[in-house]
């Protein structure tokens, strides 16, 4: 199986700051890589697909990128509502698998 | 508007069974592949099962720790995918969602809580 190494596990900024989530898969996986956020007790909701295309009403604050097995999330300026927990999963066929996520807290 | 509703959790002892059911609308259901994907504390989230659309003949995939033991289903006629879990295990309380699988997981329904305790 492939497996998802996110990190850091959690992150500390402010309003307005400029942060990046990495994800590293443990084999070539090209583009197949999503991001998903989740808020506290609420599902996961999808952010960006094959590495860097933003979901459907995603701002464009957010951004993709990366291929092979390097992989980056950022979120420039950061907002209220983008505080909560984000995870990678590799969409390269099954078994599909996430990353352990990253807990994005207000500073 | 995409909408899927899971219902079908509760408590379970150990070596039961139990059946999710998840009821969509808003898309074209029988061209979708349905995954069912749950979350722990333990163990994050896990891809639990997929069920392919007609055109891929309905095939169906299972994570490892869940083989031989869950069935993933499909209805078209009602729009509805059901996991059947037989042989329940400790480990595999959590929250099941269920997800449309286009690309990636493009939408959830907000989960249905399954708790296997004695």
């Known amino acids: 199986d492939i497996q998802m190494t996110q990190s850091p596990a959690s992150l500390s900024a402010s309003v307005g700051e400029t942060v990046t989530i990495t994800c590293r898969a443990s084999e070539n996986i090209y583009s197949y890589l999503a991001w998903y956020q989740q808020k506290q007790g609420k599902s996961p909701q999808l952010l960006v697909y094959n590495a860097k295309t933003l979901a459907e009403g995603v701002p464009s604050r957010f951004s993709g990128s990366g291929s092979g097995t390097q992989f980056s999330l950022k979120i420039n300026s950061l907002q209220p509502e983008d505080f909560g927990s984000y995870y990678c999963q590799h969409h390269y066929g099954t078994p599909l698998t996430f990353g352990a996520g990253t807990k994005l807290e207000l500073k | 508007e995409v909408k899927l509703e899971e219902s079908g959790g509760g408590l379970v002892q150990p070596g039961g069974s139990m059946k999710l059911s998840c009821a969509a609308s808003g898309f074209t259901f029988s061209d979708a592949w349905m995954d069912w994907v749950r979350q722990s504390p333990e163990k994050g989230l896990e891809w639990v099962a997929e069920?392919?659309?007609?055109?891929?003949?309905?095939?169906?995939y299972y994570a490892e720790s869940v083989k031989g033991r869950f069935t993933i289903s499909r209805d078209d006629s009602k729009s509805s995918v059901y996991l059947q879990m037989n042989s329940l295990r400790a480990e595999d309380t959590g929250i099941y969602y269920c997800?449309?699988?286009?690309?990636?997981?493009?939408?959830w329904g907000q989960g249905t809580t399954l708790t296997v305790s004695s």
């Open positions: 997800t449309r699988h286009d690309y990636a997981f493009d939408y």
């Open positions: 069920i392919r659309s007609k055109a891929n003949n309905h095939a169906t």
